[in-house]
């Protein structure tokens, strides 16, 4: 059983990237492959001692499924799973892509909803990302000056992105005792 499950919900493929990158680095000793949410139940969850989510944002702020014109279901679909999730005691990282630049006002705040719906179901967060270096006005995915996990924003600095991947994914090894 490996220790790290990765889940992604995706509509254009830039969150699967990451999720690849992010399994590429954690290494397949440490992680599984990344699996789109769609693709699992709410039981998938249980074979890891550790997770880690990642979630676009869509729109003025909304997880990917239907409502947001995804082509297909995604974490916006799963999201009633977690109120039989139990994530007491298990650590969970998270992700989430946006653009500060057109969604300034509710910048990766599908981030902040997958955070909320975690710490509901127990979850231990960790992974915690600064936000300087980003030009927003609001997001639901700040607590205490922090994002509740690492952020993307491809549209506007793709070229930070593999150095961001890179130091969270030795962060989250690091807070996983891995």
């Known amino acids: ?67 947001a014109d995804c ?13 039989e999730i139990d994530l007491s005691g298990k650590k969970v990282a998270l992700f989430g892509l946006g653009d500060q630049v057109n969604y300034p006002d509710e910048f990766v705040d599908g981030l902040g909803e997958l955070y909320d719906c975690v710490v509901e179901c127990g979850a ?13 006005n609001e997001s639901t995915a700040v607590e205490d000056d922090k994002f509740v996990g690492l952020v993307i924003d491809k549209d506007n600095q793709a070229s ?3 150095e961001r991947v890179a130091h969270w994914v030795e962060m989250i090894t690091a807070e996983m005792g891995l």
Do not use: C
């Open 1 to 67: 059983m490996s220790k790290v499950g990765i889940f992604f919900g995706t509509d254009s493929g830039s969150t699967r990237k990451i999720a690849k990158q992010i399994f590429k680095q954690l290494g397949e000793e440490i992680a599984d492959k990344p699996l789109n949410i769609n693709r699992v139940d709410a039981s998938a969850f249980d074979q890891y001692d550790y997770l880690v989510l990642g979630t676009p944002t869509y729109g003025e702020g909304l997880l990917p499924g239907l409502s």
């Open 71 to 83: 082509q297909a279901e995604s974490w916006e679909e799963f999201a009633p799973n977690f109120e």
């Open 124 to 136: 231990d967060v960790i992974g915690r990302w600064p936000t300087e270096g980003y030009e927003f």
């Open 160 to 162: 930070m992105s593999d």
